[in-house]
């Protein structure tokens, strides 16, 4: 059965044309996919999650700028947008442990590309590409209803066994 969840897993991004060298994630992880050369441990492969809901497109954090939560490393572009984070890293952090909201919707767990995500009700949702995130935002409230509840209960499940 793993094993055909997993050939279907690489159908499934080969017919999207994005298979990529994919972290498998422990159970209860954030998607740290060390992604684009990025070390491992990185949330959102170093992009400031605050930017996402101030600039007109997001931007990467610097080292110099950066904090700790639940086991990942998010970086900041400044000292004010970690400020802000730190008063509520839970609020600013990225829905789903930054997997794809899409496919948490369908109950799985896909790392994500940075430049493909949208901002609803002041929460960040990140897509696996953007092919994807253009599906997901026709039925933006739908998938996020679905993917509330499927979260819960593929949240503490490893990757390898969804």
């Not at 990140?126 to 509330?148: C, G, H, M, R, V």
Request: hydrophobic share 40%; net charge neutral.
């Amino acid at each position: 059965m793993k094993t055909l969840l997993k050939s279907s897993l690489i159908a499934t991004a080969l017919a999207f044309g994005t298979l990529t060298t994919t972290t498998v994630f422990a159970a209860d992880e954030v998607n740290l996919a060390a992604a684009k050369g990025q070390p491992a441990g990185l949330a959102v492969q170093g992009y400031d999650v605050i930017s996402y809901r101030t600039n007109d497109k997001p931007v990467v954090g610097s080292a110099d700028f950066s904090t700790e939560f639940e086991g990942a490393t998010y970086r900041f572009a400044n000292q004010a947008n970690l400020d802000t984070f730190n008063t509520d890293p839970a609020h600013y952090a990225p829905a789903y442990g930054g997997f794809c909201a899409y496919g948490v919707s369908k109950g799985k767990k896909f790392e994500v590309d940075p430049t493909a995500y949208k901002v609803v009700d002041d929460v960040l949702y990140l897509n696996f590409n953007k092919s994807i995130q253009k599906k997901w935002a026709k039925k933006t409230d739908q998938y996020i209803s679905k993917a509330e509840t499927k979260w819960t209960d593929i949240r503490s499940v490893a990757i390898d066994d969804l």
